[in-house]
């Protein structure tokens, strides 16, 4: 058999088998209960007045009938609740009730008419499971039909009519409904795509809402996949997601919660599964990956309150954490043994303030803007300088409750103070992997009253290793809401310049080892210069960090810098004791 055609196969194979991502559990259970219900009511309006079903037992169909119409009911009501394979029970009880009826129908015209209900079950069938589910009902229709129909002495064109019948429309509905479904199936692995996840998140986190239970979810990512794919070749990574798609299916199994979220990202969601459960069943799926596959997973539990897009943001998070701390692991998001919940703790019990360094316009000496930064004023260890908590904040998670913390609390200052000047504050890379961010950013800005035009967010050079999407959207999106955005320590990390093209950015922070490195002496600062020069043709503003000579402001003035910070100009220092307006002379 040649590739294409054992493909062609496989892909068609993947596709019967698989399940509706479209059918859920809720709505299997209102489908169900719907046709219990109307199957009931209809059988017992059939018994009154038909005068040619004389010989059939009327008052047992009727019971059979009301039995139908209770249980209808209760599983619209309560379905959901039940595990995907109680399904198969109660199908083959719709089964078993219609063969009761067209046994109690005892022959003739009442028998052939109370096979009719057989349908529904294959259409139930035909829906909700997968393409063997469906074979074992069709078996089992066919043989209890036979033998019910035979044992009250109809035809076995009778028969043959109405099965045929019931199972060539199942087929159909089987077929049209695996159709329908392409759009949320990832035609690779048959899984759900992102669309069916990002559905199936909300409808079921409208649900824990609602019923105040539980929710987890589970990321999980192929380590070293872009080595695999770039350096082997796509077939062969293919067949790795495959791979690992069809073990985990086998783990997942009633669940079918899983889909291929993008990439070599898969998803799980665990309705009414506690973090330490999600955590196990990760690990499960990490272990039983194909061979030579190692994963890395990020876990985290729905909290009150939380949107579709904080969840997942934290369980990003997570497998942040997760691949930064080596790969091949669970990472579980807010386990208080990270030491997420006493920075957390803090923040409530308001240990946390912020100091101002004020920013100032070379031309002039004028303060235009001030940097906000955060200090942990902590009972036992004393005052705890940022570079101490927020590495570890950005691995726990915990960065998103700080972040948050701070924009608010520089911006209500800013907005407060008569003076006109702008504010900027320090962002992490995982908060902009936050979908939300943007929506919090603004938020803040409206109920603190700061124009964003006076906002400056400050991302360090770790944005430029960023290859998910989301960070370039949240940046775009806060920049067209006027938001600024800055580089921060410029110059550090190993990013080369051409990536200031690629990023939506207002303004780039030289860091301060290139403005401490200044020779006044000499005449020419090509580093400098070159930066200066990229900037200037990108139309992007500079800022000089760590200006603490006035030599050294004077060569920044030189070479055309716009503004600068150090401590020449003012240290961090509480809000209050900033200068009112342009209070700093210019150096000279
Ligand atoms: P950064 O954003 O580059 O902030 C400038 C740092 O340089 C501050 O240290 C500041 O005190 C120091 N500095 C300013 N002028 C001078 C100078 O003339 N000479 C010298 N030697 N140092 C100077 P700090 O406050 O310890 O902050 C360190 C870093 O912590 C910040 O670097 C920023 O990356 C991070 N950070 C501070 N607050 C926050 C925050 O609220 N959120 C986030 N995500 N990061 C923050
Ligand atoms: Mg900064
Ligand atoms: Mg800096």
Redesign the pocket.
């Known amino acids: 058999m040649s590739t294409g055609v054992r493909e062609g196969l496989r892909a068609w194979l993947v596709h019967a088998l698989a399940v509706p991502t479209i059918a859920t559990v809720k709505l299997r259970s209102r489908v169900s209960g719907g046709f219990y219900l109307t199957g009931g009511v209809i059988v017992v309006l059939a018994t009154l007045g038909t005068a040619s079903w004389d010989a059939a037992d009327i008052a047992s169909i009727r019971a059979i009938g009301y039995f139908a119409i209770l249980t209808g009911p209760l599983l619209i009501l309560f379905g959901h609740r039940l595990p995907r394979g109680a399904y198969h029970g109660i199908s083959a009880l719709g089964t078993a009730l219609i063969s009761g009826l067209v046994l109690y129908g005892h022959g003739g015209e009442a028998s052939v008419a109370l096979a009719i209900p057989y349908l529904y079950v294959i259409l139930d069938a035909a829906f909700f499971f997968g393409i063997r589910g469906l074979a074992c009902h069709i078996g089992l229709i066919t043989v209890a039909a036979a033998l019910s129909m035979h044992h009250v002495g109809l035809s076995s064109a009778d028969t043959v009519l109405i099965v045929g019948v019931a199972v060539v429309t199942g087929l159909v509905v089987a077929s049209l409904a695996r159709a329908a479904n392409l759009a949320e199936e990832d035609p690779l692995t048959g899984l759900g795509n992102r669309r069916a996840f990002d559905r199936r998140l909300e409808e079921d986190l409208a649900r824990t809402q609602h019923e105040h239970s539980t929710l987890a979810l589970i990321l999980l990512d192929l380590d070293n996949f872009k080595i695999v794919n770039d350096g082997h070749g796509h077939q062969v990574g293919d067949q790795m997601l495959v791979a690992c798609a069809d073990a985990w299916r086998e783990v997942l199994r009633d669940e079918l919660l899983l889909s291929r979220y993008g990439g070599d990202e898969f998803a799980a969601i665990l309705p009414d599964h506690s973090l330490g459960r999600a955590a196990d069943i990760a690990d499960r799926l990490r272990e039983v990956a194909p061979s030579g596959v190692t994963i890395s997973a990020g876990v985290a539990c729905w909290a009150e309150g939380d949107t579709a897009s904080v969840l997942l943001g934290r369980a990003d998070v997570a497998l942040y954490e997760a691949k930064s701390a080596g790969r091949d692991q669970t990472v579980v998001y807010g386990d208080p043994t990270r030491g997420a919940s006493e920075l957390e703790a803090a923040i409530g019990a308001g240990e946390l303030f912020l100091?101002y360094?004020p920013v100032i316009r070379l031309s002039d000496g004028a303060v235009v803007r001030t940097?906000?930064?955060?200090r942990w004023q902590h009972p036992r260890r004393g005052l705890v300088?940022?570079?101490d908590f927020?590495p570890q904040a950005e691995r726990t998670g915990a960065?998103h409750a700080?972040?948050e913390w701070?924009l608010q609390k520089a911006c209500s200052e800013t907005a407060f103070s008569c003076a006109n000047r702008g504010v900027a504050?320090?962002?992490?890379v995982p908060e902009l992997r936050n979908p939300s961010y943007a929506e919090i950013v603004k938020k803040i800005l409206v109920v603190s009253g700061l124009r964003p035009d006076r906002l400056t967010l400050?991302v360090?050079e770790a944005l430029f290793d960023e290859d998910d999407p989301q960070v370039v959207r949240t940046l775009k999106e806060l920049r067209a809401f006027g938001v600024q955005v800055a580089i921060?320590?410029f110059g550090t990390g190993y990013s080369s310049l051409s990536w200031l093209e690629k990023f939506p950015i207002d303004v780039v922070k030289i860091d301060?080892s290139f403005v401490q490195a200044i020779d006044p002496d000499r005449d020419r600062q090509p580093v400098l210069s070159a930066i200066m020069a990229i900037c200037g043709s990108l139309g992007v503003s500079v800022i000089g960090?760590?200006?603490?000579t006035p030599e050294q402001a004077q060569v920044l003035r030189d070479l055309g810098v716009d503004l600068a910070?150090?401590?020449?100009f003012g240290?961090?220092m509480p809000f209050a004791q900033l200068p009112a307006e342009p209070a700093i002379p210019a150096p000279r």
Do not use: W
């Open positions: 100091n360094q940097e906000a930064l955060v300088p940022p570079m927020i960065i700080l972040g701070t504050v320090n962002v992490s400050e360090t921060d320590d301060r960090e760590g200006v603490e910070q150090g401590y020449l240290k961090p």
